[in-house]
């Protein structure tokens, strides 16, 4: 129940003229609001703090009167409507729609302050979800490929391919120079050792980066520090003209075959790759 007591008297107010405050309960406050909105055609209007409801729109069956003299009104009555006999709230179907949050009309604004706080710590409460989320998956093709590779090694170390020695690498030159590139990956373990690099290597690394210098580069990540720069062979270009056909290192490697044989009678083939020689500008 609700107390329904005049707010103030203009002058002597007999007991049946009495003004009526509107109840705190929301569903039945909203009954109220609109009947005063229909009576009065203003459907913008809203009650204030002060605002109340004349007691003709009431019938005696909607109150009582207690022993000190105080009128109540009984649960749930609903205003009436002038020139109608039957009360509004009994033709109305009840409210099975419930008032949104984010636009109650009875916020105050301290509420709705923290309803817009609630929601952008909710949005952020998503986005973390969101990210803890894609980093699992990460993390989940992280171990499948680290279990893969662990595997391959296991297999590797099996057929002792990792341990054998330098010489089954059937390298030409200086083979246990090549390994100790190949071993010392870090550029700082490698300083104490020689920085030349052997003359087989720069042959392979010419031919791979002339072909693909996507293909150099993903080898250089393969083995970071047993390649040359990606520059180092654009300075070894400038030894050669770069013009297609036989060039002058050929020739000289010929002449050198032939002194090797000591004069003996040596028969030579020159051939030409089918691969587009192109001109690179360095």
Same mark, same amino acid.
């Given at each position: 129940m609700f107390s329904k007591r005049a707010?103030?008297?203009r002058g002597s107010r007999s007991d049946e003229d009495l003004e009526m405050r509107f109840p705190h309960d929301p569903n039945i406050q909203e009954k109220w609001i609109r009947i005063v909105q229909d009576d009065r055609r203003e459907w913008d209007w809203l009650p204030s703090h002060s605002s109340v409801v004349?007691?003709?729109?009431?019938?005696?069956?909607?109150?009582?009167?207690?022993?000190?003299?105080?009128?109540?009104?009984?649960?749930?009555?609903?205003?009436?409507?002038?020139?109608?006999?039957?009360?509004?709230?009994?033709?109305?179907?009840?409210?099975?729609?419930?008032?949104s949050d984010t636009n109650s009309i009875f916020d105050t604004p301290h509420m709705i302050y923290l309803k817009k706080k609630i929601r952008k710590m909710e949005l952020v409460k998503e986005k973390h979800v969101r990210t803890i989320k894609n980093l699992r998956k990460v993390n @989940?093709?992280?171990?499948?490929?680290?279990?893969?590779?662990?595997?391959?090694?296991?297999? /590797?170390?099996? !057929?002792?391919?990792?341990d054998r020695d330098t010489t089954d690498l059937d390298l030409p030159g200086d083979g246990d120079e090549v390994h100790k590139k190949v071993i010392f990956k870090n550029k700082k373990d490698y300083m104490n050792t020689s920085s030349r690099y052997p003359t087989h290597l720069g042959k392979f690394a010419l031919n791979v980066n002339c072909n693909s210098s996507a293909s150099y580069k993903h080898l250089r990540k393969i083995v970071t520090a047993a390649s040359p720069n990606s520059n180092t062979?654009?300075?070894?270009? @400038?030894?050669?003209?770069?013009?297609?056909?036989?060039?002058?290192?050929?020739?000289?490697? /010929?002449?050198? !075959?032939?002194r090797s044989v000591n004069g003996e009678r040596l028969t030579c083939g020159l051939i030409i790759s089918n691969m587009a020689l192109r001109q690179q500008k360095i």
């Amino acid at each position: 129940m609700f107390s329904k007591r005049a707010q103030q008297a203009r002058g002597s107010r007999s007991d049946e003229d009495l003004e009526m405050r509107f109840p705190h309960d929301p569903n039945i406050q909203e009954k109220w609001i609109r009947i005063v909105q229909d009576d009065r055609r203003e459907w913008d209007w809203l009650p204030s703090h002060s605002s109340v409801v004349c007691s003709d729109h009431f019938s005696e069956s909607d109150r009582y009167k207690t022993e000190k003299g105080r009128y109540f009104l009984k649960k749930d009555v609903i205003p009436i409507i002038k020139g109608q006999d039957v009360q509004y709230g009994r033709s109305v179907s009840p409210i099975s729609v419930a008032v949104s949050d984010t636009n109650s009309i009875f916020d105050t604004p301290h509420m709705i302050y923290l309803k817009k706080k609630i929601r952008k710590m909710e949005l952020v409460k998503e986005k973390h979800v969101r990210t803890i989320k894609n980093l699992r998956k990460v993390n @989940n093709r992280i171990k499948k490929k680290t279990t893969t590779l662990a595997k391959t090694l296991r297999i /590797l170390n099996n !057929k002792n391919a990792t341990d054998r020695d330098t010489t089954d690498l059937d390298l030409p030159g200086d083979g246990d120079e090549v390994h100790k590139k190949v071993i010392f990956k870090n550029k700082k373990d490698y300083m104490n050792t020689s920085s030349r690099y052997p003359t087989h290597l720069g042959k392979f690394a010419l031919n791979v980066n002339c072909n693909s210098s996507a293909s150099y580069k993903h080898l250089r990540k393969i083995v970071t520090a047993a390649s040359p720069n990606s520059n180092t062979p654009c300075i070894w270009y @400038n030894d050669s003209d770069g013009n297609p056909g036989f060039t002058q290192e050929a020739f000289a490697a /010929l002449l050198d !075959k032939h002194r090797s044989v000591n004069g003996e009678r040596l028969t030579c083939g020159l051939i030409i790759s089918n691969m587009a020689l192109r001109q690179q500008k360095i």
